[in-house]
């Protein structure tokens, strides 16, 4: 099993597959179902071929070959982090012992569930992207979008070849399910609540690679701790994967900020819309949204389900081998974000069931960072508006404030008086219409759209006007 992907073979990979002649045979039979997915729910706009990077090793140098691919040609490929043989579980009741290569028949199940939670998210955003191509920004944004795409269907990849190779005839099925149901769909839709959103326009996209994906790195880096060690190392590659889905969603969102305060300078106003910009109050609408179903993904403030993942060694935390304290947690305690007499608190727990709280609370840190940076644009300007992270409690479905209406201030309303005020905290039909007018695409070298500033670099070194998609 060498750390170099296998591109003779009809699915790529570094897992040894031609040794195992009956995974190999289910999963060659499961990727005509994945590329008849990708031909109806993937990108809908045609294009001869994309400058993509393509995984072809996992260490830690060359891991990526970038080259004009056409999308349909795109090997997708099984990559899993290199095997570290003295690897021990790092946490839970079976600290110390060796890792899992194969799964612990009593966890069975949880660890099934777990992959096929992580699994459903991978296809369901290629599919609320899809049809984002037709009105792309530049050459640039368009290659970006394709980029995540196809290694979301990368990740999809990884979590079925986990189903196929551990889970016996069960995981061939959610195998199948996970191609099954859809993004938005009436009769099966996705699992997860933000998985089911649209994403109509490329300020969402943004907002979506900026706080969805980032939850998407949160929910990884807890499963690359796992003692089930095939989990870890999928986990562990798809990581460096998703960073760059990070710079997506990051940069982006400083672009349209940054053009957005250019035209307030330009015409001396707050509302850039008669001008072809987006304000910021929109933005900041947009982030309020995405935001709070983002964190949703988190799950309650406490779990008991979680409690156990931990205990039984499936899902550790964020950054386990860096905290200081037992890796057990069997008696400490934690504070979570709780209704507390009617009011937006905190209540004390035993730490093991408050751990959604806690990786949420590294999210929301996270997040932070990114709102800082908007504003930094902001301030250089010399104008004083800036953007911010909405209360916790604010437009939340999942939770302790699933049941109440908060401000993004935190403060606590009336459902009628929720209603009557909305439209000043969360995108209107009014903006979702002005940011979809805006949307005409540019697929000329070197253009960009008036919404947005160009990016400061381009992809591997190319400049902004390189050929990155041939229409
Ligand atoms: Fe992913
Ligand atoms: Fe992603």
Redesign the pocket.
Known sequence: MGPSADYTEKIPNNVGLHEDRRLQRALESWQPNFLSWWESMGPSLPTQDVYLRTAVNVGREGWAHFGHVPMRDYRWGIFLAERDGDRRIGFGEHKGEPAWQKVPGEYRADLQRLIVIQGDT?PA?VEQQRNLGATAPSLYDLRNLFQ?NV??GR?LWAMVYLLHAFFGREGREEAEQLLHRNSGSEESPRILGAFNEETPDWLSFFMF?YFT?RD??YQLGTLKESGFDPLARTCEF?LK??AH??MVGTTGVDRVVERTVQLMIEHDTEDVTAHGGISLDVIQKYLNFHYSVSLDLFGGETSTNVAGYYTAGLKGRWMEDRRADDHRLTDGSAMVDALVDGRIGETEVPALTGLNTDLRRAYIADCQSGVNRWNKIIERAGLPQRLALPSIAFNRKVGAFAGIEATPDGEIVSAAEWERRKGAWLPTDVDKTHVRSLMRPVHERGKIAAWIAPPRNGINGKPFDYDYVHL
């Open positions: 991978e955003s995540v290694e979301e990740h690679t994906d998407g790195k798809m994967e998703e889905h990070m």
